[in-house]
Each structure stands twice: as C-alpha cells, then as structure tokens.
C-alpha cells in the first residue's frame, strides 16, 4: 500500500509541477522523487502524472488522491500537536492528592502558577490522610501525592521535594515576638495552639520538651497547620507552623520567627510503582519543588 512518504511525493509534485523544485522542497535529489513517483505508479497499477512541456500534469486519479491525502495531513499534523502539548505538559489530565494542610495552603498557589500556559490541562484534586493517600494512588485514582507525612508502603516511591521547617507565628505586639528566635519550651508560658500527640508534628515537637523533663502545655488542640494558622490570624493565640503553610498568606498582621531548636521537616511527593507516572504529573512535581525554593521563608530565615 501507499505509504505517507510517497502521498507527501506526490502532493509536492502536483503543487510545484517538476519534481527539481519538489525535490528542493523536501530536500532530496531529483532522482529520488522521480523514482518515488515511478515507484508508486508501478505499485498502484496506474499513471499519476503526464508529461507536457516540461511540467507533470496530474491526472484524474492523482488529484483525487491528493485532495484524500489532505485529510491525513491534517489528521497527522493534529496528532504532532498533541504529542508537542504532551511533551510540554499543556494538554492532560492531572490527578493530585495533598494533605489537608498542604491542600488548603500552598497547593492551590503553586497549581495557579503551574496551569497558567495550560488551559486544557484537566485536574483533578483531593485532600486526604496518609492513608487515604495510600489508597488513591494504589488504587490508580491519583497520579501524584503531596505529604510532610512520609508514608510506608512497597509500592510507593516517596521523595523528598522541599525541606522545610517550624515556625513561630504570633501577634506583632506579643512578647514572642521581640526576640530573634523562639525557644520551643517557652510555648508553654504562653496562650499556645498545639498538636495532638500522635500526630505527625506532635511526634516533631514533644522531644524538644522530653529532653528538658517537661510537657508540653496548650490550651486548643489542632490535627493541621492550616488550621493552627487561621486561629493565630484570628487573635487565638501563638503557634508553630510549618514554613509551607506560610507561602503566599497575607500574614502583616503576625510575626514570623524561627524557634531553637530548629524543627525541620521534608515535604514528599510520591508517586505509585504500580502505574507509570505522567509526564505531567513529572512537570508538576519538579514545578512544586521550585516554586518553595523561591516563596517558602525558611529558605530566606538564618
């Protein structure tokens, strides 16, 4: 059968009329495109072409399947763009899962910034608990997970995106707020917001007070940063959150000071051995992790 070499051959030749000029344009020699077009004649079993005063005219038949061809350009040169949007991640479908706490902050800042030069980019986004973060990527539902919890399971590959740390957030008058760093231990002399022990930044904090022989003390008990946030920008109190959690806030109203010692904390992405990861989904996690390099402050706090 005809090839798409040899339906680009002909619709060149019809175009120009000699096969020098079409040879020019697909830069190849004459010769070949002659050849090409002999070729295809003795495998169609009919001319396509008929000499007059140096120029080949085609004939019936030719012009025919030229104006098919057209179709087959049209379609192949839409399938060339589509791979070109692949490549560069403008055209897709993106599943994520985050927890609460990344979702509800610095997430949707970083998407905004990523689907910018990708309107037909389709997402899909979920907030979950480690293990419903587990479960949508074994499952296949998600492509691609965002934790500051490190998860433990064969088929998962976990790597570390950004590093960040604990930060001292309070009111701009509050006496925490005149010194350069903030001792962990002295949280408990003050209105605190805190973790909960089992959870993930409980575990980070409660050895800081371990060490000193003492527990650590608060009056309201909370699972996530962004939620510690929102209370302290309310006038709730002082807390320690993690530096993602401040990205792109308006926080004039607090102040923002490391503590000692400094808590640091990973934020992972990770992604199912099970399934092969998106080129996008690829795009977007290296996105992630430059996008903190540039707005997380703890890149910018001694």
């Known amino acids: 059968m005809i090839n798409a070499r040899q339906l680009e051959v002909l619709c ?28 295809t004649e003795d495998l169609i079993g009919f001319p396509l072409f008929v000499r007059e005063r140096g120029r080949l005219i085609p004939t019936r038949e030719a012009q025919h399947i030229a104006q098919e061809a057209q179709y087959l350009f049209m379609q192949q040169k839409r399938v060339d763009d589509i791979i070109s949007e692949l490549r560069g991640g ?56 965002f934790s500051i919890t490190q998860p433990r399971h064969s ?31 002295d949280l408990n002399h003050v209105k605190h917001i805190s973790y909960a022990a089992g959870t993930p930044l409980g575990q ?45 806030r308006d926080l004039t109203t607090l102040a923002i000071r490391p503590t000692s010692p400094t808590l640091r904390l990973n934020l992972f992405s990770i992604t199912c051995n099970l399934f092969p990861t998106s080129n996008v989904a690829l795009q977007f996690q290296s996105f992630f992790g430059e996008y903190l390099k540039q707005h997380d402050p703890a890149h910018t706090e001694v």
């Open 12 to 39: 060149t030749v019809i175009e120009v009329g000699t096969t020098a000029r079409a040879a020019e344009l697909l830069n190849v020699s004459q010769p070949a495109v002659s050849n090409m077009i002999r070729h």
């Open 204 to 248: 980070l904090i409660d050895p800081v007070f371990s060490k000193q022989g003492l527990e650590r003390r608060y009056f309201c008990e909370v699972r996530h940063t962004a939620t510690a946030l929102e209370m302290a920008l309310n006038g709730l109190g002082v807390t320690l959150v993690d530096s993602f959690a401040l990205v792109g």
């Open 90 to 145: 403008t055209i897709g479908r993106l599943n994520l899962i985050a927890t609460p706490s990344l979702g509800h902050g610095i997430l949707p800042r970083v998407i905004a910034e990523f689907v910018k030069n990708k309107p037909k980019l389709k997402l899909s986004v979920e907030f979950g608990s480690i293990d419903e973060i587990n479960e949508h990527l074994v499952s296949g539902r998600a492509d691609l997970a």
């Open 155 to 185: 088929v998962l590959t976990v790597r570390p995106v950004a590093e960040g740390r604990m930060m001292c957030v309070c009111p701009k008058d509050h006496e925490l707020a005149y010194s350069e760093r903030v001792n962990v231990t």
